[in-house]
């Protein structure tokens, strides 16, 4: 029979996420669990075309500024999830790593001992499911504990 004590919550700050955080803290009630909101800070990318001629004049230190600023932008929003959704007396810790999906997630899931990784899906499908991939998947395929996906909600009827 599976244990749940610790229930990490996978989040990339955006609506989709909001479902997976409110399953996750119905199960912590039901099985008295803690909950870990996560979020990965993957590195900061490159602008396509922005070659080493184009960088002439910028700061060297600029790929810094720039994660320092997504950094701070992703901490408030994590904050802000806990404290719309905090629920007595279940305590909701934020992890804010950086590192690449879905590695940097599985190895803090071992360290941290997750016992159930909870995550939304965008509900893509076709030519975007294709280009964009689906990060719930390959969690669901490498994750070192069960994983609970999150189907999106269905688009509401006009």
Known sequence: MLTIKHIAVATDLDEYSVPALTAALDLAEVHGARVSLIHILEPTPTPPGLEAFALEGMPVDWVERVTEARLGVAERR???????????????????????????????????????????????????????????????????????VIKPPPPAAS
């Open 78 to 148: 994590l904050s802000d999830l806990v404290n719309t959704h905090r629920r007595a007396p279940i305590v909701i810790a934020t992890v804010m790593l950086r590192g690449l999906m879905p590695d940097t997630l599985n190895e803090h899931l071992i360290k941290d001992q997750a016992d159930l990784l909870v995550v939304s899906s965008h509900g893509r499908r076709g030519v975007a499911h294709f280009f964009l991939g689906s990060v719930a998947e390959r969690l669901m395929r490498t994750a070192p504990c069960p994983v609970l």
